[in-house]
């Protein structure tokens, strides 16, 4: 009898100490770890009977092409095995577990997920703030600024919810982003860039959506990172001059 | 020298295997546990050293005043104790750590903030999905239908960002919420509502917006659930049709 599967893995914003107990659990019985490249490579330590693929696919880099992956995938849980798929942050938010569960199925194949803590939330806890304090907004939008036909998201819509904007795979357009929020809110707006949330290199940023753009280039701020837009965000400022660890109040702070 | 601390701590949807590493770590040198309801009150197993103190609050219920519960925890923290504050799903997204971490940080208490899994998430691995399938939206949007004025969050404008709506606290209002959306939203969306997501007492229904307030009604679906709204949560039938476990084609699957 073929007792294969695969799990889909939340492997959380970096730190290993975020990844769930189910998902250590799951590593510790793994056959075979694909493994992300948006991954804490560390996270094999956890997985020690198991053969590591990587297949890393960052955007606009070399990259393995998904219908490989799923193709593996396949392969080995075809065999008996237990395949562990890691993805960075929470498996369920971007990163095409939606292709990966349609092919699985297709192919009649089991499939276990392990949640776990998106980089937006990540951001959020380093930040001090809540990401939907109710002075502020009623609700949190996740968003990916890149979209399958290369297009952009409907920046103006998005703003006239009121929510507090969570926008990932965005700071190549981080110009245009603000410039298209600004159509809808005003300037100032709070905003902030965590670069690396939830990792030992994290990097932020707190300031209004108006310099947001100019100051997180200015301060070489780049992906992988998390883009937050909203006056829930803003608490951070109080936050950080009370002398919380590492101030995101001196414009930018590197992680101690 | 006063080394008291407070911990805003996610206990995620219920499961203790859903909580994370460092919640564990942290509660098992919490001093003092303040429990909220909608946590699973499993976890005080996690935490032997500690005072455990229950200060629920349920929408409508008897409950402990915000108030009180800020104090408590800076009462203990003044102490030197180590505080853990033990929310369910993630402090972060709904659920008042904006106003808890604005009162500690007016006492001067030091506050670390351990994320964890939201009820959203779950309800996502539960029925098999992407909340973000990129052949369907680019992002999600979670909302509370509980809004601190009474009033209602403006459900047009949120059905129009095209994002999947993952909708908390909204069971109590489900009629005119379905009707808000469909202002916008074709009757033919596909809409789920998963109770105790992430728990050995989840039940899932998954239909069609048209017909999700009538069904959720007659299966006796209440509180606390998240509604999900949007066609990545279409997906689900799919994977249920597949015999992956417990059938949300059947219409309402009560876990096994």
């Given at each position: 009898m073929n007792t294969g599967k695969v799990t889909l893995l939340s492997a959380g914003p970096g730190d290993l100490d975020l990844l769930t107990i189910r998902a250590a659990k799951a590593?510790?019985?793994?056959?075979?770890?694909?493994?992300?490249?948006?991954?804490?490579?560390g996270i094999v330590s956890l997985a020690?009977?198991?053969r590591v693929i990587r297949v890393g696919k960052r955007g606009g880099c070399k990259s393995t092409?998904?219908?490989?992956?799923?193709?593996?995938?396949?392969?080995?849980?075809?065999?008996?095995?237990?395949?562990?798929?890691?993805?960075?942050?929470?498996?369920?938010?971007?990163?095409?577990?939606g292709e990966e569960l349609a092919a699985l199925r297709r192919a009649a194949i089991p499939v276990e997920i392990v949640n776990g803590i998106s980089s937006g939330f990540a951001a959020a806890a380093s930040l001090g703030?809540?990401?939907?304090?109710?002075?502020?907004?009623?609700?949190?939008?996740?968003?990916?600024?890149?979209?399958?036909?290369?297009?952009?998201?409907d920046w103006a819509a998005l703003a006239a919810t009121g929510t507090t904007l969570?926008?990932?795979?965005?700071?190549?357009?981080?110009?245009s982003i603000c410039a298209g929020l600004m159509t809808t809110l005003p300037a100032s707006t709070a905003a902030a860039v965590v670069q690396w949330a939830g990792t030992a290199d994290?990097?932020?940023?707190v300031t209004t959506l108006g310099r947001l753009a100019d100051e997180a280039n200015?301060?070489?701020?780049?992906?992988?990172?998390?883009?937050?837009?909203?006056?829930?965000i803003g608490e951070a400022e109080a936050f950080t001059v009370r002398g919380f660890g590492r101030?995101?109040?001196?414009?930018?702070a590197h992680a101690a």
């Open positions: 590593l510790a019985a793994a056959d075979v770890v694909l493994l992300d490249d948006l991954a804490n490579p020690p009977r198991a092409p998904q219908a490989f992956i799923q193709r593996l995938m396949q392969r080995y849980a075809s065999k008996g095995l237990h395949v562990v798929r890691v993805k960075g942050g929470d498996a369920l938010l971007f990163g095409r577990a703030v809540s990401l939907t304090h109710r002075e502020h907004c009623q609700g949190v939008t996740f968003i990916t600024a890149h979209l399958q036909d290369h297009g952009e998201p969570a926008i990932y795979m965005g700071m190549s357009r981080i110009e994290e990097r932020r940023l200015a301060a070489g701020l780049g992906s992988p990172a998390v883009i937050l837009v909203g006056n829930a101030a995101a109040s001196e414009g930018l």
